[in-house]
């Protein structure tokens, strides 16, 4: 594939996008990169969006995508969920900001632990946080310092794990192993067993190329982790939408303390973590508590108003078990019939993933290590994109595809005449 070809693909949709360049250039003068979350980054800029509506998007040039995004997977309800966002207006009309308990709260941690089968859960404001606080809950309670990543893992904007430890994550001591390798998993598990306070998996690297950990390998982590006195930490950010309680539970592993992010939010920034009371309780500074010295967590909108009030509409009313698992099993279908476009057309391409979430590669074999991803031909990722973008259908530029609630079935039939029209220019 000729690099040519990607020129004239950048350059095609620069001519086709004024507006969201103008955009860009005026964001730049303020915002470093011209945005400010990184992952968006794509050449030759992104695009600028004014409006959505159910799975549709609409950039300020006044084209309208079928958005097989969801943002990253916090899209999950679609841009018009009446039920999530009429119901945060109206809580909105008798509070806003609260230096106080508000009534939702126990509502949607009630939620969330009947549905996660968590003993106790406490909301942050990000999937980066939920992250940061489930491991300083395990270095405080088992006085160690090292946390077990998986490379290619990603758990916020300091916890990135793609190529090695990045130079901006947190200061914590990561001990990272290669993924879906349980001999080495154990190796240094062994290794560090005196020092190690925890170890942190994705039950499916999402950021990473959506590559399924193998329940195997998963099991045998946690169970190697707990006989050295490690507390198992599972990051279902992400994958918290799959079955009716999340990725691990349909794997039938359960975590001690779980991360969640996302969807719960139902578009309001959101993260929260929960496990078992043995872990959690030490978070318990009411007057009840006898623990000596508890450990305080603050946050101004930890409890805001709109993220958990949307939250318990998510769960408790669009987004039930029962809706997720049928959402699971649609989105296993769907990507079935991507698998079955990419083998009639021939092209190097394929799909991972799991559920509702999934990745489209520049690889002619399904990668299963993030050291496949590596290889992928990134002109052709890239034309594939353009390819996808021209036809009217919005994704990661990394490839990443996220089946929502709002997508009918003629607009999954649309996606799969456009792949198959992109892949017949890529061969
Ligand atoms: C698995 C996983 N963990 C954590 C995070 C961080 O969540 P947030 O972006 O809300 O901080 C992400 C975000 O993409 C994620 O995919």
């Known amino acids: 594939m000729s690099s040519n070809n990607v020129v004239k ?25 011209g945005q400010t979350r990184s992952v968006l980054t794509h050449a ?38 009446r039920r999530v966002l009429d119901h945060v207006a109206e809580a909105l009309t008798h509070n806003a900001s609260v230096g106080g308990i508000h009534p939702a709260e126990a509502t949607l941690a009630k939620l969330m632990c009947e549905r996660f089968g968590l003993d106790r ?39 990135y794990f793609a190529s090695g430890n990045a130079p901006w994550n947190a200061p914590f001591d990561f001990v990272i192993t290669p993924f879906n390798d349980e001999a080495a998993a154990l190796q240094a598990i062994t290794t560090h067993a005196s020092t190690l306070a925890a170890v942190v998996v994705e039950p499916m690297l999402g950021s990473g190329g959506c590559i399924p950990a193998s329940p195997q390998f998963l099991t045998s982590v946690f169970q190697a982790a707990r006989n050295v006195g490690a507390v198992c930490i599972a990051d279902e950010v992400m994958t918290s939408r799959h079955g009716s309680s999340g990725m691990m539970n349909m794997l039938g592993i359960e975590p001690d303390i779980a991360a969640y992010g ?3 939010g139902g578009g309001f920034s959101f993260g929260a973590f929960g496990g078992k009371a043995q872990f959690m309780d030490m978070f318990d500074t009411s007057p009840e508590s006898n623990r000596p010295s508890p450990v305080a967590h603050g946050g101004t909108f930890n409890n805001n108003l709109s993220s958990v009030t949307a939250g318990c509409k998510v769960l408790g009313e669009v987004f039930t078990a029962d809706i997720a698992v049928a959402h699971t099993a649609r989105g296993d279908e769907f990507r079935q019939a991507i698998a079955a476009v990419i083998a009639r057309s021939g092209a190097p391409v394929s799909v991972t993933g799991f ?34 973008l021209e036809r009217g259908i919005y994704i990661a530029a990394r490839g990443m ?27």
């Open 44 to 81: 030759p800029f992104p695009l600028t969006f004014a409006s959505g509506s159910g799975a549709t998007l609409t950039d300020v040039d006044g084209h309208t995508y079928l958005d097989f995004l969801g943002d990253f997977t916090a899209g999950l309800l679609g841009h018009s969920e």
């Open 262 to 264: 996302k969807y719960i």
């Open 9 to 33: 693909a950048r350059s095609n949709f620069a001519d086709r996008n004024p507006g969201s360049r103008s955009h860009y250039d005026e964001a730049r003068k303020y915002m470093p990169g």
């Open 355 to 388: 559920g509702s979430m999934m990745s489209l590669h520049a690889l002619a074999t399904p990668p299963v290590s993030p050291t496949d991803i590596a290889n992928r031909d990134i002109e052709l990722q890239e034309l594939l994109f353009f390819g996808l």
């Open 121 to 159: 859960v406490r909301f942050t404001n990000s999937g980066t946080e939920a992250n940061l606080l489930a491991m300083t809950t395990a270095v405080i309670t088992t006085g160690r310092k090292k946390i077990m990543v998986l490379s290619g893992g990603y758990h916020g904007s300091v916890f």
């Open 401 to 427: 595809v996220n089946l929502g609630l709002a997508h009918t079935d003629d607009q999954l039939a649309q996606f799969l005449d456009a792949l198959a029209e992109t892949l017949t220019t890529l061969n």
